[in-house]
């Protein structure tokens, strides 16, 4: 099942979507909701990010190919970071570098696993995890995860969630003014979704609506001004947004 989230006069709504239309539902997002009035044209909305998590984790050395270039040795746990909840954005929604900041951004396109109910996997999403790349190494002496993610809108998510999909032959591409760029295997991953939430769940109380980012594989690189960076998972969907500037 596909599920859409979008603002309605300000109140955040939620519906299934079947083919070209939207079902709007009422209830617990993560506990059975029951439909809720007449179905909407898909393009009657407009996606918003899927979620406002509590906790928003991201990964970091998770695919084995990017492991090898780099000369990273294979974690025995997740490595992971917190990344600010404030940084999410919607689909077509504008990537803005933090004032003053001209520095390099970079776009690190993911897969998103969605929480549920008792540290379940509720379903799928896609995430950029845009980077600062000169926050993140300015002080050599503490690498400073956190901030160089955590800027408003650099959480790009979207456009739906899904509750399944086939792990082991769908892959990320990310284009970039339609040129693409990243294009790898989520079966590449060291630690597999169902090992991700199993194991960083026994650390960190994970609630529903909780997203924790897969971590990215080769081919992330920084982002111009003006640029448009698409995110595409088979069987999710492609995440669209531009980089500010350019004019």
Known sequence: MKWVVWFDDGA????????????????????????????????????AGPLRPRNFIGLWNNFHALAEKQ???????????????????GPDATITPPPGYTGKILYEGELGIVIGRN??????????DVTALDVLNADPSFPQWARAKSFGSFGPMGPCIVTDID???????????GRVRQDYPLADMIFPPARIVEMIGAEVALAPGDVIACGTSLGALPMRPGMVVEVTIDGIGTLRNTMAGGE
């Open 167 to 177: 792990l082991a032959t769908a892959r990320v591409k990310v284009a970039l003014n």
């Open 71 to 89: 000369g990273n040795g294979i974690p025995e746990f997740p490595l992971y970071f917190l990344k600010s909840p404030s940084s999410i954005i």
């Open 12 to 47: 955040i709504r939620f519906g299934s979507v079947e083919g070209e239309m939207v079902q709007p539902h009422r209830g617990d997002f993560f506990a059975g909701p029951t439909p809720d009035g007449p179905a909407l044209p898909l393009g009657a909305i407009t996606p």
């Open 119 to 128: 540290n379940s996997i509720f379903g799928y999403t896609i995430v950029n």
